[in-house]
C-alpha cells in the first residue's frame, strides 16, 4: 500500500531532550516536507527536501534540524526540544515538483503528537 | 508572499449544503486546492481546480473559483455526519533556487466543519 508513515504517533517527552519523528514514504517521491499544525494557525511548513541531500528552510526551521541521506526517508531532528515545540507534526511527500505551476498533490502521514513538558 | 484565509467553524444540519470559503492573496497559483483532514487522520486531497477554469464539479462537491476577487469555495451538497472535518484550501508559493521556481503549497488555517443530525 503506497503510503507515508511517521514514527511515534504519540510522544511526551522533557525539555532539552533531544528526539527524532521518523518519515519514510514508499511511492519513490522526491519531495518531502515536515509541518506543524497548532489550533488557529493551521499548517506551517518546518523544512522540505527536493530530493536526496537537498534540503532546505520552511517557515518555522526555527528548533529543527533534518536530514535526507535515502530518497524514502526524511526524519525530523529537536536536539533540545521547549514546551512551544508541543504540536502535532505532520510529514508529506509529492512525486516531483518540477516547476511553479505544476499540480501538486502531496501525502500525508497521519501525524506525530508531541508534547514537551 | 502568498496568504490564503479562511474562516475557522462551520456548523450545519445533515442534508443541508455546507459552503466553505477561501481568499487567497496571490492570484498567480496555477492550481487551487481542498485538502479534507479527518479527526486523528493526515490531510487527504479531496479536489482542485486549474485557474483557468470557474467551477469544477465532483458529485457532492462543488468548486467555485472567482479570481477577480481571489476568492475560493467549496460546497458539498446533502451534507453527512461523515463529511465532519477539517477542510483547508492550498495554493502554490515558489519557493527554492534550485535552477528556477519550485512550488510549495501553502494552506490556510482550516475550517472545521461540524454537521449535526
Known amino acids: 500500500e503506497a503510503q507515508v508513515t511517521q514514527n511515534p504517533r504519540y510522544l511526551i517527552t522533557v525539555t532539552g531532550k533531544k528526539l527524532t519523528v521518523t518519515c519514510s514514504q514508499n511511492m519513490n517521491h522526491e519531495y518531502m516536507s515536515w509541518y506543524r499544525q497548532d489550533p488557529g494557525l493551521g499548517l506551517r511548513q518546518i523544512y522540505y527536501?527536493?530530493?536526496?541531500?537537498?534540503?532546505d528552510k520552511g517557515d518555522v526551521p526555527e528548533g529543527y534540524k533534518v536530514s535526507r541521506k535515502e530518497k524514502r526517508n526524511f526524519p525530523l531532528i529537536l536536539e533540545s526540544p521547549s514546551p512551544n515545540q508541543t504540536s502535532l507534526y505532520f510529514c508529506?511527500?509529492?512525486?516531483?515538483?518540477?516547476?511553479?505551476?505544476?499540480?501538486?498533490?502531496?501525502?500525508f502521514g497521519p501525524g506525530t503528537r508531541l508534547t514537551v513538558l | 508572499g502568498e496568504d490564503v484565509e479562511q474562516s475557522l467553524f462551520l456548523s450545519v444540519r445533515e442534508g443541508d449544503s455546507s459552503v466553505i470559503n477561501c481568499t487567497y492573496t496571490?492570484?498567480?497559483?496555477?492550481?487551487l486546492y481542498w485538502y479534507k483532514q479527518e479527526p486523528g487522520a493526515g490531510l487527504q486531497l479531496l479536489t482542485y481546480i486549474f485557474s483557468n477554469m470557474d467551477m469544477k464539479q465532483d458529485q457532492r462537491l462543488t468548486v467555485l473559483l472567482n479570481k477577480k476577487d481571489k476568492h475560493l469555495s467549496l460546497r458539498i451538497a446533502d451534507t453527512q455526519t461523515g463529511d465532519s472535518a477539517i477542510y483547508f484550501c492550498?495554493?502554490?508559493?515558489?519557493?527554492?533556487?534550485?535552477?528556477?521556481?519550485?512550488?510549495?503549497?501553502?494552506f490556510g488555517k482550516g475550517t472545521k466543519l461540524s454537521v449535526k443530525p
Open positions: 527536501s527536493m530530493n536526496v541531500e537537498v534540503t
Open positions: 492550498a495554493g502554490s508559493i515558489p519557493r527554492g533556487n534550485y535552477g528556477g521556481s519550485q512550488g510549495n503549497l501553502i
Open positions: 508529506a511527500s509529492s512525486p516531483r515538483i518540477t516547476d511553479f505551476g505544476s499540480y501538486n498533490e502531496q501525502f
Open positions: 496571490d492570484s498567480s497559483s496555477t492550481y
